[in-house]
């Protein structure tokens, strides 16, 4: 028996070491277990936010809407899911804020789009408000919508001369250059246009212009007769100006200083250059010259004319005149005139009209200022 009550002891005790391990064993089990459902958890949380993420990139993607989101809200979604994962896991990395390129990108196009329509604008101001008069200061350019002004340029009047001057010699081509339709008649020896020049100073220039109140300025003059005829009809003193410097010379060796010495030979774009600073002058001529060609290509050019023509006069109250030559009619001269008198400045009055020539296309008019 008491073999068998210690076998019962021992028994008793063996079934406590076991119950005792036996209860570590399952606590260890439990914590095991828990640590499993926590991880489970998480993998199904970490699952359901890879899957969410999914869900709203298509939607993004596509546009339509993102489910299990109330109607009417929008998720900002770098946000939500930083908020999502900082909820699921602390140590996850946490998304990157949205980029800006597209907002640089907008920034940047708005400022080309602005840079454009200022240079539109700024183009615009200059070509149409504010080089309207410069445009007429011997540019060469021809009205709006009209073709260039050839004759405006030294250019081709130099082109022009050499073509006249070899055919004076017996060397020219068969045509001149492109221009105006030339009226100088059968002239062998100079180039006199209308074949008029007699009958422009001693009806013209002798009765109105008074050589008491300084010398004469005339306007392209070519090889024209004019100097020695302006000698002759009592004006000791004239300058002769031309844009063509082969020609000057040509006159300048036919008038040389010591045997002419009133009569001025110069090269001078009048339309750039404007008059000799040096002297006002009695009388302007512009013998089938620049009036000639500019109302027909470039008539906006010829207000600055007038006023260049105005300042190499001798002022009022003085009758210091401009003498023309022009293919204009009466009439034709008085709409150009009433059209160019903008202001006061470029009044003239037509004082007296003259048929020139034998051709029948030749009118001369002497011109007062108002």
């Not at 130099?158 to 105006?180: C, H, K, T, V």
């Not at 160019?340 to 003259?354: G, I, K, M, N, P």
Request: net charge negative.
């Amino acid at each position: 028996m008491a073999g068998a009550g210690q076998e019962r002891e021992v028994s008793d005790e063996d079934w406590e070491e076991d119950d005792y391990f036996d209860d570590g064993a399952m606590d260890i089990m439990d914590e095991e277990l828990e640590e499993l459902q926590e991880m489970e958890q998480i993998e199904e949380l970490e699952a359901k936010q890879v899957a969410w993420r999914q869900q709203v990139a298509m939607a993004m993607e596509s546009g339509d809407p993102v489910n299990g989101l109330p109607q009417g809200l929008r998720m900002r979604v770098g946000e939500q899911e930083t908020r999502d994962e900082e909820a699921v896991s602390p140590s996850a990395t946490k998304l990157a804020p949205q980029p800006v390129a597209a907002t640089r990108w907008e920034f940047w196009l708005l400022a080309l789009v602005c840079l454009v329509s200022f240079c539109t604008t700024l183009h615009f101001t200059w070509n149409h408000l504010l080089a309207g008069p410069t445009r007429e200061v011997g540019t060469g350019t021809g009205g709006p919508s009209g073709p260039p002004c050839r004759q405006c340029k030294a250019e081709w009047w130099q082109d022009f001369w050499q073509w006249r001057l070899q055919e004076l010699e017996g060397q020219g081509r068969s045509e001149p250059p492109r221009g105006m339709q030339w009226e100088w008649g059968d002239s062998a020896n100079n180039t006199d246009w209308y074949q008029s020049s007699a009958e422009f100073v001693d009806e013209l220039v002798r009765p109105f212009a008074d050589p008491g109140l300084g010398p004469v300025l005339h306007l392209g003059c070519g090889d024209a007769p004019v100097p020695e005829l302006l000698l002759r009809a009592g004006f000791p003193n004239s300058m002769h100006i031309d844009i063509a410097p082969q020609v000057i010379e040509v006159m300048r060796r036919r008038y040389p200083v010591k045997e002419f010495p009133g009569l001025g030979f110069s090269t001078r774009d009048f339309l750039k250059s404007g008059p000799p600073a040096d002297a006002r002058y009695c009388a302007v001529l512009d013998k089938a010259g620049i009036w000639d060609w500019l109302q027909e290509e470039a008539p906006q050019m010829l207000p600055h004319l007038l006023r260049l023509v105005r300042k190499a006069l001798v002022p009022p109250p003085d009758e210091s005149v401009y003498i023309i030559a022009t293919k204009q009619t009466p009439s034709e001269l008085a709409d150009t005139l009433a059209s160019v008198h903008s202001s006061a400045a470029l009044d003239f009055h037509v004082e007296a009209t003259r048929r020139l020539g034998n051709s029948g296309v030749a009118w001369g008019y002497v011109l007062t200022v108002l």
